[in-house]
């Protein structure tokens, strides 16, 4: 237990200090920011599409840390000393789930306000988009790392990552997108997809993690 609440504030405080959460954040504002430009001033549409608008954004916004959550503890034998330790490579999975939702969910939070203004979206929509946020990033995390997992040592690992990622995201994108206008049922299935991501990714993640240390 002791190991696993170190790696998280290990993870946490590198993804802080090492400017990974300011990339984060600066990449899902200008991805939001691009929009209006590209569809026009018209506050009714902006105000109509917004809400998706955030989701895309900050799915695009989770797939670039992709490469940095596993693969340098691999290549610097960190995986090694766990196991030598009896550490479980599910537990490292596990911890490295929440490191990474610590270091981009609760950032994604905050910007998603400042990007709720720049999409003229209403309080009602904003706090909606939060609510969903809250549910989906969580998933969001854990196909992150699990998907690292998976792609860690391979040549072209980032495009690689994009591949894997974004198709199983899917589910997450629509039941977020859906869940600002579509009420608790929509927000009932945004949850379930987020628990099964949950439930399933350090299993995924830890299994591959052992796979590259053979």
């Known amino acids: ?27 899902f504002l200008l991805a939001t920011i691009l929009f209006p430009f590209a569809i026009g001033p018209d506050a009714a549409l902006l105000a109509r599409v917004g809400g998706g608008v955030i989701w895309a954004a900050a799915l ?13 503890d691999a290549d610097a034998g960190v995986l090694d000393q766990f ?17 990474h939702w610590l270091g981009f969910g609760p950032p994604l939070m905050l910007a998603a306000v400042a990007a709720a203004g720049l999409l003229d979206l209403s309080g009602a929509t904003l706090l909606a988009v939060e609510i969903g946020l809250l549910i989906g990033t969580p998933g969001l995390a854990a196909l992150a790392v699990a998907t690292s997992a998976l792609v860690a040592g ?48 350090p299993f995924v993640a830890g299994a591959a993690m052992r796979a590259a240390l053979d």
């Open 1 to 27: 237990m002791g190991m696993t609440v170190a790696l998280i504030a290990r993870d946490v405080r590198r993804a802080w200090a090492g400017g990974g959460v300011t990339l984060v954040v600066a990449f």
């Open 60 to 72: 695009l916004a989770a797939l670039l840390p992709v490469e940095r959550l596993v693969a340098p």
């Open 83 to 99: 196991v030598v330790r009896g550490v479980g490579m599910t537990s490292v999975a596990t911890a490295k789930i929440v490191a």
């Open 154 to 201: 391979v040549r072209g690992a980032g495009a690689v990552a994009g591949l894997v990622m974004l198709p199983l995201a899917v589910p997450l994108l629509i039941f977020g997108a859906g869940s600002i206008e579509g009420g608790a049922g929509a927000v009932k299935l945004l949850a379930a997809v987020s628990l099964l991501l949950l439930a399933g990714a």
